[in-house]
């Protein structure tokens, strides 16, 4: 059996931080398919509210493996 590191730990939490920022857009956009009644305003904020913080998480984690690796 490998012995897990660092770099396998912060591979892990990026994946479910992945997981995490996604799952309510997903859900948002399941839920406006299947009911029909949510409100484009509402349903437009939500999504790129998700997207937003995912697109941050990703740059944030890029910045902070650019400062561990110089």
Known sequence: MARSTSKDAQDLFRALWSAYSATPTNLK???????????FN????????CVRTAVLAGKWQKFINNLQTS
Do not use: E
């Open 29 to 39: 956009i399941v839920y406006t398919a299947l009911v029909g009644s949510f409100p």
């Open 42 to 49: 509402s349903f437009l904020s939500a999504v790129l509210s």
